[in-house]
């Protein structure tokens, strides 16, 4: 059974960093792509980063406006491992984080989930 397997949540104060990270088991994801969203209280999910691909399968990555310059998505295939590289957070990164995976490049489905890591910032 495919899993993601999340880590590297917890808390820090506004100005702090922190990496997660997401090991999917069960098979090799390569040719996933691969992203993080994340769910505030009482908001929806939103898709945070995305490392994907381009045509002739060539990985790029994107994000969403609130956190770019401060995320950076990243992926090791040789370890089968996503991280996600928080720095500069705020008290609106406040949220839980759900590592994803999806065959489709924009990822406007979700082929596998993680099961949350929560992520605390206090200002």
């Known amino acids: 059974q495919v899993q993601l397997v999340e880590s590297g949540g917890g808390l820090v104060q506004a100005g702090g960093s922190l990496r997660l990270s997401c090991r999917p088991s069960?098979?090799?994801?390569?040719?996933?792509?691969m992203g993080w969203f994340r769910q505030a209280p009482g908001k929806e999910r939103e898709l945070v980063a995305r490392?994907?691909?381009?045509?002739?399968?060539?990985?790029?990555?994107d994000y969403a406006d609130p956190v770019k310059g401060r995320f950076t998505i990243s992926r090791d295939n040789a370890k089968n491992t996503v991280y996600l590289q928080m720095n500069s957070l705020k008290p609106d990164d406040t949220a839980v984080y759900y590592c994803a995976a999806s065959t489709i490049a924009a990822m406007y489905s979700v082929d596998y989930w993680g099961q949350g890591t929560q992520v605390t910032v206090s200002s």
């Open positions: 490392h994907s691909w381009s045509g002739g399968f060539k990985y790029y990555a």
């Open positions: 069960g098979r090799a994801f390569s040719r996933y792509a």
